[in-house]
Every structure is written in structure tokens, then in C-alpha cells.
């Protein structure tokens, strides 16, 4: 198993760019979530979604939007980029138990 | 408003020694509080989890303990190593285990060896 999957690692945008950020899980795990670490603040949690076609807001949500098609891929877009959005992204998936947590993306907006 | 509040934020240890970290959290309604141990360019892995049930749990060389009257919680690493230098979050959560977790902001812990 491959676990939790984000692409692509490293990203840099322009203010008022889109881009979609991948997410994919291999264990048939039914909730997966979004969350964005900044210095300080731990993770925040943006988008999260408890099966295929069910999505709801986190936290921090205004300028992320996400869709769940499928099981296994949650992906996050960011419509506008802005400044504010600079942060490393990280996707989690669980079935009841543990988050498991991706690899994460590190994503700069100039 | 941050609802789990992590102190300190960094800490170094030497070999051998005991790490500790405190969390204190504001809403009473959360019933799962896990620890994440995180590698610089990785994601957060669980470490340990302990429910409001229970005063402290251990495994191996780390233990939770939880005050649920004082509403925080701490990590202990005993006998710390410098493999264990890393970033510790706590989290909290309520309803299902690990589901829309809160963070910590973090502690950034150096152990010297």
C-alpha cells in the first residue's frame, strides 16, 4: 500500500492563479481531510469529507474549494491564489480510527 | 482563537533525559486527544492517543497524561534519544477517533546527545 499520496510536492504560483492540489489513498478509507500548516499554528484544518460526494468546511476554508468523486482522491483547488494561501498542505485519511497523515506540499504564491 | 494551546514551543533535552509538553484545551466537548511526532519534510505520524476515560497512558518510552478537570494534557518522552528530535503536536477531536482534529501550535524538540 502506498498509504497517502500528494502531488505534486513542491509549487510555486502567481497571485491570482489556479492550481489543484492531488490527494489519493489506497486503503478504501472513507474520511479524508485538508489541512494547511503554518510556523506557529499547528495545522488548520480546510475541507474535509466523510465519503464519495460529501464534503464540508473546516476551519479555514474561504478560497479552497474540493469535490469527492471517488474513495480514494480528495483533490483541493485554490481558485485565486493569494499571498496568504503560502503554507504546506497536508491531505489524511481514516476509517474510524487514526488519521494517516500524506507527505505534504509545499506551495509558495509570489 | 486557538483551542488547543501547546507549550513550550521548543525545548532541548539532553540523551537520556525527560521531554514534557503540555496542552490545555477549551472545549469540553472534545473526547480524543492524540499526540502526532513529526519529521522535518514529512507529514505528522500518531504517536499516542489517550481518551477523557482514562488519567495516563503509556507506551514504551512515551506517556500521555490528562487532567480532564484542568482540561490539559501533557506527552512525557522518557529517556530521550536523538531520534526523537522532532516536531510533537497535540490534537483534540470529538465524536468519531481522529475525525476534524484541533492542533496544537507545536513543540520543536532537540535532543543532545
Known amino acids: 500500500n502506498a498509504g497517502v499520496t500528494q502531488t505534486p510536492k513542491f509549487q510555486v504560483l502567481k497571485t491570482g492563479q489556479s492550481m489543484t492540489l492531488q490527494c489519493a489513498q489506497d486503503m478504501n478509507h472513507e474520511y479524508m481531510s485538508w489541512y494547511r500548516q503554518d510556523p506557529g499554528m499547528g495545522l488548520r484544518l480546510i475541507h474535509y469529507?466523510?465519503?464519495?460526494?460529501?464534503?464540508d468546511q473546516g476551519e479555514v476554508p474561504n478560497g479552497y474549494n474540493v469535490s469527492r468523486s471517488t474513495t480514494e482522491d480528495f483533490p483541493l483547488r485554490l481558485l485565486s491564489a493569494a499571498p496568504s494561501q503560502t503554507s504546506v498542505y497536508f491531505c489524511?485519511?481514516?476509517?474510524?480510527?487514526?488519521?494517516?497523515f500524506g507527505p505534504g506540499t509545499r506551495l509558495t504564491v509570489l | 482563537q486557538q483551542q488547543v494551546k501547546q507549550s513550550p514551543q521548543s525545548l532541548i533535552v539532553q540523551k537520556g533525559g525527560i521531554s514534557i509538553i503540555n496542552c490545555a484545551y477549551e472545549?469540553?466537548?472534545?473526547?480524543?486527544f492524540p499526540w502526532y511526532q513529526q519529521f522535518p519534510g514529512k507529514g505528522p505520524a500518531l504517536l499516542i492517543a489517550?481518551?477523557?476515560?482514562?488519567s495516563e497512558k503509556k507506551e514504551g518510552r512515551f506517556t500521555i497524561s490528562f487532567n480532564k478537570s484542568a482540561k490539559q494534557f501533557s506527552l512525557h518522552i522518557m529517556d530521550s534519544q536523538p531520534g526523537d528530535s522532532a516536531t510533537y503536536f497535540c490534537a483534540a477531536s470529538k465524536g468519531a477517533a481522529g475525525n476534524k482534529l484541533t492542533f496544537g501550535g507545536g513543540t520543536r524538540v532537540l535532543v543532545k546527545p
Open positions: 469529507s466523510v465519503g464519495a460526494g460529501i464534503t
Open positions: 489517550i481518551r477523557p476515560d482514562v
Open positions: 472545549n469540553t466537548a472534545f473526547d480524543y
Open positions: 489524511a485519511s481514516s476509517q474510524g480510527g487514526p488519521q494517516f
